[in-house]
């Protein structure tokens, strides 16, 4: 229990570190899918565990899928950190269980029971509530929900293709995506980011690195350390204590204006993400 906790209180601070990180976006995943790579690398060899190249093979191709998928998740939810607050781009990228409700029936072939459709508009009218439209608000920042929103619909394809995987330890697979999710995103950066403008300061150096090693390796260490010993409820309770932090922390910490309407978006979206766990299929 108390390293999943630790997990999800970790994820939940990355918005505050990436808001500060001066590079692309683009840069910054591919730092954190290579760093993370190598961290988890690292961890298998201190366990002396190797990984199961047989399995690896025989869900190579959900594999891929998920990795580039998870590349450019991270780009759009870096993205919407910069466009709109931690707090609005969070809880546009929690979203993604709702944006997994909708694609179900087509995808994973699905019913979809009337419980789940009511928590599907519940988060539809969240959502709302966060971008402002209701109040007519100058300051709607549609462009940070929509990255949010991309961003959710790529990790909703992360957990598809998940799904599909078969008799694959989860840090194979973490290892696999990460490096799959680097390895894509390599060649792009090196075409379209100019190396020669950028000038990291220390600063931005160190949070990169955080990013990519705790972040990413240690919490992944963390999160796959701990799912064995916990029971599937408990870990979709507890999974919202990132989203709850990184709000928090966008608030309290930022000081990032939120509405009254924002707060009960807030609660509308993450309510019915949560719900949605718990209604039958």
Same mark, same amino acid.
């Given at each position: 229990?108390?390293?999943?906790?630790?997990?999800?209180?970790?994820?939940?601070?990355?918005?505050?570190?990436?808001?500060?990180?001066?590079?692309?976006?683009?840069?910054?995943?591919?730092?954190?899918?290579?760093?993370?790579?190598?961290? %988890?690398?690292?961890?298998?060899?201190? &366990?002396?565990?190797?990984?199961?190249? @047989?399995? /690896?093979?025989? =869900?190579? *191709?959900? #594999?891929?899928?998920?990795?580039?998928?998870?590349?450019?998740?991270?780009?759009?939810?870096?993205?919407?950190?910069?466009?709109?607050?931690?707090?609005?781009?969070?809880?546009?990228?929690?979203?993604?269980?709702?944006?997994?409700?909708?694609?179900?029936?087509?995808?994973?072939?699905?019913?979809?029971?009337?419980?789940?459709?009511?928590?599907?508009?519940?988060?539809?009218?969240?959502?709302?509530?966060?971008?402002?439209?209701?109040?007519?608000?100058?300051?709607?920042? %549609?462009?940070?929900?929509?990255?949010? &929103?991309?961003?959710?619909?790529?990790? @909703?394809? /992360?957990?598809? =293709?998940? *799904?599909? #995987?078969?008799?694959?330890?989860?840090?194979?697979?973490?290892?696999?995506?990460?490096?799959?999710?680097?390895?894509?995103?390599?060649?792009?950066?090196?075409?379209?980011?100019?190396?020669?403008?950028?000038?990291?300061?220390?600063?931005?150096?160190?949070?990169?690195?955080?990013?990519?090693?705790?972040?990413?390796?240690?919490?992944?260490?963390?999160?796959?350390?701990?799912?064995?010993?916990?029971?599937?409820?408990?870990?979709?309770?507890?999974?919202?204590?990132?989203?709850?932090?990184?709000?928090?922390?966008?608030?309290?910490?930022?000081?990032?204006p939120m509405t009254t309407a924002g707060?009960?978006?807030?609660?509308?979206?993450?309510?019915?993400?949560?719900?949605?766990?718990?209604?039958?299929?």
């Amino acid at each position: 229990m108390p390293q999943y906790l630790l997990a999800m209180t970790i994820f939940g601070t990355i918005g505050l570190f990436v808001k500060f990180i001066e590079l692309p976006s683009t840069v910054i995943a591919l730092s954190r899918g290579a760093l993370g790579t190598l961290f %988890l690398l690292l961890v298998l060899k201190l &366990l002396k565990r190797r990984i199961n190249t @047989a399995s /690896v093979k025989s =869900n190579f *191709k959900h #594999l891929v899928i998920a990795g580039v998928a998870l590349g450019l998740n991270w780009i759009f939810l870096f993205e919407a950190y910069r466009l709109t607050s931690v707090a609005t781009a969070t809880l546009a990228y929690y979203m993604a269980p709702i944006i997994l409700i909708l694609l179900s029936p087509i995808l994973l072939h699905e019913r979809i029971p009337l419980g789940k459709w009511i928590c599907v508009i519940c988060a539809l009218f969240g959502m709302s509530l966060i971008s402002g439209v209701w109040e007519g608000s100058e300051n709607v920042a %549609l462009d940070g929900i929509t990255m949010g &929103l991309i961003a959710a619909c790529f990790y @909703a394809g /992360v957990v598809i =293709n998940n *799904k599909f #995987l078969k008799g694959l330890d989860p840090y194979d697979s973490s290892i696999v995506q990460l490096a799959v999710a680097a390895i894509v995103l390599l060649p792009y950066v090196l075409f379209t980011v100019d190396f020669s403008v950028l000038k990291p300061d220390t600063t931005t150096i160190g949070l990169t690195l955080a990013v990519g090693i705790l972040h990413t390796g240690v919490a992944y260490w963390l999160y796959f350390s701990a799912l064995p010993k916990l029971e599937a409820a408990r870990i979709a309770i507890f999974s919202y204590i990132d989203p709850a932090i990184a709000i928090l922390l966008s608030v309290f910490v930022l000081m990032e204006p939120m509405t009254t309407a924002g707060v009960i978006g807030a609660v509308l979206i993450l309510g019915a993400a949560l719900a949605s766990e718990f209604v039958e299929r």
